[in-house]
């Protein structure tokens, strides 16, 4: 049984940043991702992070998004700078039904209900 509730997401201007959270009320040591899925388009990775602090992220997030998490807290954030209008889509935290790093939606069986991310031009 575990639950994942995201927030930090809104509105922001181009150029802004923006810290996204996702606590997990069930106790696990499994690795914790973002996904992002904007109108129209499929969901997408855009990072993950083991318990242990390993992180991958999508080629096209490097050096603008940092994951990270707080085992003692249960959290996992994602730090998000240089934010740019084509980063607007509803946020998505999920745990993965396995140790490591995977990029796909299907790899991960917990999702919370998502976060929007609106960046302006």
């Known amino acids: 049984q575990v639950q994942l509730v995201e927030s930090g997401g809104g509105l922001v201007q181009a150029g802004g940043s923006l810290r996204l959270s996702c606590a997990v009320s069930g106790r696990t040591f499994s690795t914790l991702g973002w996904f992002r899925q904007a109108p129209g388009k499929e969901r997408e990775f855009v990072a993950a992070i083991t318990f242990g602090g390993s992180t991958k992220y999508a080629d096209s997030v490097k050096g603008q998004l940092s994951i990270s998490r707080d085992n003692a807290k249960n959290t996992v954030y994602l730090q998000m700078n240089s934010l740019k209008p084509e980063d607007t889509a509803v946020y998505y935290c999920?745990?993965?039904?396995?140790?490591?790093?995977?990029?796909?939606?299907?790899?991960?069986?917990?999702w919370g209900q998502g976060t929007q991310v609106t960046v302006s031009s």
């Open positions: 999920a745990r993965r039904n396995g140790p490591g790093t995977d990029t796909s939606p299907r790899s991960y069986d917990s």
